[in-house]
């Protein structure tokens, strides 16, 4: 599987932003799907996961509310949809492909290492 992130791009605080993730080589039907985002120096942290069993979605605290993950199987996408966005949202997003093993599991896989497919990432830049 072969995961494109796009949508990012510099917006204002309290403005939305909807990225995308596109992937590519098989279907990832049986795969739970996650964003992840990076800020310099710092390690790559959970954001959002839509798993395979009836659509269970899980976020991390500091989004909940805010953000909303969603997935298109049909057309290998997956989305982050961003509200009231705030400077600290700032960072690299990526979009990840879980093992299998994960796909239906709950709680749903929020460790980096339970991923095993990631895209390219994609700058969200939140202005104040």
């Known amino acids: 599987v072969q995961l494109q992130a796009s949508g990012g791009g510099l917006v204002q605080a309290g403005d939305s932003l909807r990225v995308s993730c596109a992937a590519s080589g098989r279907s990832f039907f049986n795969y739970a799907l996650a964003w992840f985002r990076q800020t310099p120096g710092k390690e790559r942290d959970f954001v959002a996961v839509f798993t395979n069993s009836g659509g269970s979605t899980s976020y991390a605290d500091s989004v909940k509310g805010r953000f909303t993950i969603s997935r298109d199987n049909a057309k290998n996408m997956v989305y982050l949809q961003m509200n009231s966005l705030k400077p600290e949202d700032t960072a690299v997003y990526y979009c990840?492909?879980?093992?299998?093993?994960?796909?239906?599991?709950?709680?749903?896989?929020?460790?980096?290492?339970?991923?095993?497919?990631w895209g390219q990432g994609t700058l969200v830049t939140v202005s104040s």
């Open positions: 990840a492909a879980s093992d299998p093993m994960y796909g239906r599991t709950w709680p749903p896989p929020e460790k980096e290492n339970e991923y095993i497919h």
